[in-house]
Nanobody, 115 residues
Framework: QVQLVESGGGLVRAGGSLRLSCAASGIIFSIYAMDWYRQAPGKQRELVATFRSVGSTNYADSVKGRFAISRDNAKNPLYLQINSLKPEDTGVYYC?????????WGQGTQVTVSS
């Protein structure tokens, strides 16, 4: 059973930083790409960043230069360092992994940015 658990969200002022973590169990996650998505109130869930098994990364244009996705295969978690936060970064951030045809999501962690 694949389980993903996010943590690290919170309330922060614009310009601040947060570090989100995603713990994974039930799978050798290092051989799969993993992603961070976010969902703002009233909007669709959107892909924010991807960490591929070979170590390459991809970012949405809206977060390039401010967000950094990383993974520590020895320690399990997936991280998302988010800097220079803007009010439009507010939302629930989800960790995601696709194994074969199955998509797995964590419960999400809330990030709220005040102006």
């Amino acid at each position: 059973q694949v389980q993903l658990v996010e943590s690290g969200g919170g309330l922060v002022r614009a310009g601040g930083s947060l570090r989100l973590s995603c713990a994974a169990s039930g799978i050798i996650f290092s051989i799969y790409a993993m992603d961070w998505y976010r969902q703002a109130p009233g909007k669709q869930r959107e892909l924010v960043a991807t960490f591929r098994s070979v170590g390459s990364t991809n970012y949405a244009d809206s977060v390039k230069g401010r967000f950094a996705i990383s993974r520590d295969n020895a320690k399990n978690p997936l991280y998302l360092q988010i800097n220079s936060l803007k009010p439009e970064d507010t939302g629930v951030y989800y960790c995601h992994i696709k194994v074969g045809q199955d998509n797995y999501w964590g419960q999400g962690t809330q990030v709220t940015v005040s102006s």
